[in-house]
């Protein structure tokens, strides 16, 4: 199965950089991160046919093998049929609920949906603002940009994965054939991705595990979401020794 297309939304790299990598197990976190995005987002019929007939299951399975980390490719086949996919993704990241509290005056509460894609939900010591900005200073860092009619904030779960699977495919790039400088060299963005991950996406993935944890019916979510956890915890420990460094990329 071919990677899947990257949302109309998610950011979009230099399409001038060279796809030749010397680092294949780099590429291959960068193809699982790929994958990841692609697998949270709404159950079109192509990514559901892909989990239906496991193509997208061996696909992970293939890119975990090469990535050089001890990690569990999860189980991503579904016996669901796409209507019932779609609701499930739905009933846990999209619809919400009202609740009447007192029904004499009307009161109603109202509920986002039970489960958040979005970095800054799960962050409540930390501004929306500030987690976004930050989020848009290393996506445009990088060349990164979002677009689309239908715009996502930047710390929605599927673009954090998207950058991620970017920054494996620019330290996995042959220097030679992308005109390599100091700030594209791979130690320095193995340190960029290092530090991402401590400052964000190992956040979010851990939370949304949790609270996928709590929520009956997860299916395929749930599975992704640990697998996701375990992943990034492990490339974490992989970068930060290659790099000896500590949190957030600093040298011990």
């Not at 004499?104 to 949906?113: F, L, R, S, V």
């Amino acid at each position: 199965m071919s990677e899947p297309t990257s949302e109309r939304d998610a950011p979009r790299p230099d399409r001038s950089l060279s796809t030749a990598a010397t680092d294949e197990s780099t590429a291959a976190r960068g193809t699982v991160y790929a994958l990841a995005a692609a697998a949270f987002g709404e159950p079109s019929q192509g990514v559901y046919e892909q989990f239906a007939d496991g193509s997208l299951d061996d696909a992970v399975a293939e890119a975990v093998e090469r990535s050089g980390l001890d990690v569990v490719s999860p189980d991503l086949i579904v016996d669901d049929d796409r209507e019932t996919l779609s609701a499930r993704y739905n009933d846990l990241f999209v619809v919400g609920y009202s609740e009447v509290i007192d029904g004499t005056d009307g009161t109603i509460e109202n509920q986002g949906p039970p489960v958040s894609l979005y970095e800054s939900t799960y962050r409540p010591e930390v501004s929306w603002n500030d987690v976004n900005l930050d989020l848009a200073r290393a996506y445009e860092h990088f060349g990164c940009e979002i677009g689309g009619d239908e715009r996502r904030h930047h710390d929605h779960v599927r673009l954090e994965l998207e950058f991620a699977g970017y920054l494996c495919r620019l330290s996995a790039a042959d220097p030679d054939a992308n005109g390599d400088t100091d700030a594209t060299e791979p130690m320095n963005i193995d340190r960029a991705r290092l530090d991402f991950h401590d400052r964000h996406l190992s956040v979010l993935v851990a939370e949304l595990r949790d609270a996928l944890d709590e929520e009956p019916g997860t299916s395929i979510y749930g599975r992704l979401a640990s697998f996701l956890d375990a992943f990034v915890a492990a490339d974490v420990d992989n970068l930060a020794s290659r790099l000896d460094a500590g949190v957030g990329g600093e040298s011990s």
